[in-house]
């Protein structure tokens, strides 16, 4: 029989071994960040080409590791225990099938660290895209397959537990809406994790010498599946964190259950179009597949994620209205706990997301206008503001949550958590304009050397492009520095934060007996649907968040401007057809 | 709080949506259609647009149609890297190919002449990035793609490879000329 304890100061309730497997997934999540953090350090050393630190060589191995540690592994183990906690713990559900969600984790670990080991071992630096014919080690190919079927089945067993709450009617009403946005994201996870399945597969099959030959350009297409709709998990599972925080920051209620719902099904429809992202310069694809494929239908996702952009912060600041904070379009904002890191984290993770990581994203996926930026450095410029800062932002934000409710720790130097987000969001935005800004010009990603050393030929690019990407490495450095300091205050909070009562340390997902009071509760009482609320009419006209408005007005006139200057950019280049 | 609980109406699907959000939704609705149509618009009556067309071919095929275009229109042999400078008459097919790690051969264009460019790769995946004008492309091995350029300004223009391809990816550099005519 499951036993839940109960959190006092969050009122969640825990079933013992979903609360063990959020943890451990969470801090096997925290460990990768470590690895990719580290390695990401020698690639902006790197291609700071005052610095150039590293050779050729363990600068592509840097670089291909790095990408697979924050962009799969990071990300994808926290979000298995985001997984977990929307169902088990926000429907007070028990979790289904413990058993097979460990063996998921284990084999996740054992892929993870396999691939690792390949590309640490020097024969598989072959990017995170390892697009073939450039082959890597079999067990690089079976690491990632493995870790991909512990995922799925991390998946499976979040929609066994939703079940589970269902049958034992555990919550009354409609599953909440940051459990529909995991679900989202959860469907989206077993459509790319089939497309890697597809792909990956034959390719470890050719790296042993089974299949003689994998078309480059089927490759391609089918990897993207995978490569980009995984980063669209991040998205639903990041909007659905959003939501989470402004609930328990500000008891913030969606605007509208409706809206919110539909907007994250457009992604559940639309989002996995956009492996043509990647294919729009590429030989022999048609400009009809293109077009629809790369507008996602007809930018419905865009649409999806416009949504979010005015309901996320409208009901934040419709609940700050609420209490009082009136004064004029923003004192909603002014008077927001800036220092609180959870929220700073997030409201910077939207933000940087929005504006940055989500303007640039269209302008680069339409499809004439890739010509101009395909793989130039405008690309990891692009998805470290939607990744990088946008999902890894908002997942620390929500870790100094997690810290008192979850591991029942007081922070350990809060000082440095309150600084945190602002360091990092920082240096990253710093990092990211300017390194859009040296991609304009030209510069390449993915290479080693912008002087050419060693080259037949010669090519000098302008000194600004220097200049960007100097500034965009000590923006990067600092950036560094704030996942550095997310670290110091995880691992200090879990070693030597001040217990909580009632308290489970890590090692007690290990097996590590506990006080037996703490675990006391068969079944939580039913989850109650939210409270009513008298209908209270802020702002004016119906316009409930006239803030809010205005901001998502000053996007869409960044968006515009922005998307007219990259044509006019477009209609420079040498006529082609 | 309603963001992590039930939604507080049952029949959540039917409570009317607010004005606010009615107005956006068709504000960023319209956008969206805009950039959409941006699209097929330029391919109408814009003049940077991808050719689709592209054959299926292998290194040996390709590599020979190289070789017989360098024959027939080599013209001298760049000093600094060996390599042959060709020369290809006005509006006529012209070649180059990426291997590890150069692009090969030099090309010496007209100004504001239509050629059909043939790309193509000998082993990996490799990126023509020209610079300083920024057109990118994706080389794939086993497919030759042809795209009609006109190149509008004269001087020496580089091809750098922008998709990693292994250890000397830094040093695979290519190189067209553009005379005034």
Same mark, same amino acid.
């Given at each position: ?17 979903? &609360? ?18 580290? @390695? /990401? ?20 191995q840097v670089l291909t590791a790095h990408g697979i540690n924050a962009l799969l592994f990071w990300v994808i183990f926290f979000e298995i225990a985001i997984l977990y906690f929307a169902s088990s713990t926000l429907l007070r559900s028990r979790l289904a099938a413990p058993g097979w969600a460990w063996a998921g984790f284990a084999l996740m670990i054992i892929g993870a ?75 989206? /996870? ?10 990956? *597969?034959?390719?470890?099959?050719? !790296? ?53 719902? *539909? ?24 400009? &009809? ?7 996602? /239908? ?49 409201? *910077? ?35 470290? /503001? ?6 890894? @932002? ?49 510069? !390449? ?13 010669? *090519? &000098? ?32 909070s879990l070693l030597f934060g001040k217990k909580l009562e009632p308290s489970a340390g890590l090692l007690q997902s290990f097996g590590v007996p506990l006080a037996a009071s703490a675990y006391n509760i068969d079944q939580p009482e039913q989850l109650q649907m939210a409270p009513k609320l008298a209908v209270e009419e802020h702002g004016s006209g119906g316009f409930e968040a006239p803030g809010t408005f205005v901001l998502a007005l000053a996007l869409l006139v960044c968006f515009v401007v922005y998307y007219a200057i990259n044509w006019d950019y477009l209609a420079s280049v040498w006529p082609m057809g | 709080m309603s963001s992590f609980l039930p939604p507080a109406d049952r029949i959540w ?169």
């Amino acid at each position: 029989m499951a036993k839940f304890r109960v959190c006092p100061d969050s009122g969640f309730y825990f079933d013992k071994s979903a &609360e063990s497997l959020m943890k451990v997934n969470a801090v096997a999540g925290a460990v990768f960040l470590l690895i990719a953090g580290i @390695l /990401a350090l020698g690639v902006i050393l790197t291609r700071w080409q005052e610095v150039h630190l590293l050779p050729a060589d363990l600068f592509y191995q840097v670089l291909t590791a790095h990408g697979i540690n924050a962009l799969l592994f990071w990300v994808i183990f926290f979000e298995i225990a985001i997984l977990y906690f929307a169902s088990s713990t926000l429907l007070r559900s028990r979790l289904a099938a413990p058993g097979w969600a460990w063996a998921g984790f284990a084999l996740m670990i054992i892929g993870a660290v396999m691939n690792n080991v390949a590309v640490l071992q020097g024969n598989s630096s072959v990017m995170m895209t390892s697009y073939v014919p450039m082959q890597a080690a079999p067990h690089f190919y079976l690491g990632l397959i493995l870790f991909a079927v512990g995922a799925l089945i991390g998946c499976f067993v979040f929609l066994g537990t939703l079940v589970i709450a269902k049958d034992d009617q555990t919550y009354q009403g409609s599953i909440p809406l940051v459990t529909f946005g995991a679900l989202t994201a959860c469907i989206i /996870a077993i459509f790319t994790i089939a497309s890697g399945a597809i792909i990956l *597969f034959p390719t470890f099959l050719w !790296s042993i010498g089974y299949i003689n030959h994998i078309d480059a350009e089927m490759y391609r297409i089918i990897w993207w599946a995978m490569g980009h709709s995984s980063q669209q998990i991040n998205v639903a599972a990041h909007v659905s964190v959003w939501y989470l925080i402004i609930g328990i920051l500000f008891n913030a209620r969606p605007m509208s259950e409706k809206v919110s719902r *539909f907007a994250f099904l457009l992604y559940i429809f639309f989002l996995q179009l956009a492996s043509a992202h990647h294919i729009l310069v590429d030989p022999g694809v048609s400009a &009809e597949w293109k077009i629809f494929n790369t507008s996602y /239908a007809m930018y419905l996702a865009v649409l999806a994620s416009m949504i979010h952009g005015l309901t996320v912060p409208g009901a934040m600041e419709v609940a700050q209205r609420g209490k009082g904070y009136t004064k004029g379009l923003f004192e909603w904002l002014r008077k927001a706990p800036w220092g609180n890191p959870v929220f700073s984290g997030f409201f *910077f993770a939207l933000v940087i997301f929005g504006f940055i990581g989500g303007i640039t994203g269209v302008v680069m996926g339409t499809e004439q206008i890739n010509l101009i930026i395909h793989n130039t450095i405008y690309v990891p410029a692009h998805f470290h /503001a939607t990744v990088a800062v946008g999902t890894t @932002l908002t997942f620390m934000a929500l870790t100094y949550l997690l810290i008192p409710v979850l591991f029942r720790r007081a922070l350990f130097l809060p000082w440095v958590a309150k600084m945190q987000p602002y360091v990092f969001a920082g240096g990253m935005t710093i990092m990211i304009l300017f390194l859009l800004g040296a991609g304009t010009l030209g510069v !390449s990603r993915r290479h080693w050397d912008m002087d050419f050393t060693g080259a037949a030929l010669s *090519f &000098e690019y302008p000194g600004t492009a220097y200049m960007m990407m100097a500034v965009g490495g000590i923006g990067g450095v600092l950036g560094v520095l704030g996942g550095a300091m997310y670290l110091v205050v995880t691992v200090g909070s879990l070693l030597f934060g001040k217990k909580l009562e009632p308290s489970a340390g890590l090692l007690q997902s290990f097996g590590v007996p506990l006080a037996a009071s703490a675990y006391n509760i068969d079944q939580p009482e039913q989850l109650q649907m939210a409270p009513k609320l008298a209908v209270e009419e802020h702002g004016s006209g119906g316009f409930e968040a006239p803030g809010t408005f205005v901001l998502a007005l000053a996007l869409l006139v960044c968006f515009v401007v922005y998307y007219a200057i990259n044509w006019d950019y477009l209609a420079s280049v040498w006529p082609m057809g | 709080m309603s963001s992590f609980l039930p939604p507080a109406d049952r029949i959540w699907w039917k409570v009317p949506v607010g004005r606010q959000e009615i107005v956006w939704i068709g504000i960023a609705l319209i956008w969206c259609l805009i950039m959409f149509f941006m699209m097929p618009y330029w391919h109408v009556y814009g003049k940077q647009n991808l050719s689709t067309e592209a054959y299926q071919t292998n290194p040996e095929k390709y590599g020979a149609a190289v070789e017989t275009f360098v024959e027939k229109y080599q013209t001298r042999i760049d000093e600094q890297s060996g390599m042959p400078i060709v020369t290809p008459p006005a509006g006529s097919d012209i070649y180059m190919l990426g291997r590890l790690w150069q692009w090969y051969p030099i090309l010496e264009l007209e100004k504001d002449k239509t050629y059909r460019l043939h790309l193509g790769s000998m082993d990996w995946n490799h990126g023509f990035s020209l610079q300083p004008v920024n057109i990118n492309l994706q080389v794939v091995p086993g497919y030759e793609m042809v795209i009609k350029i006109t190149p509008d300004q004269a001087g020496e223009f580089t091809v750098v490879c922008n998709e990693f391809c292994g250890i000397g990816h830094h040093t695979m550099l290519g190189k067209i000329h553009v005379k005034e005519n």
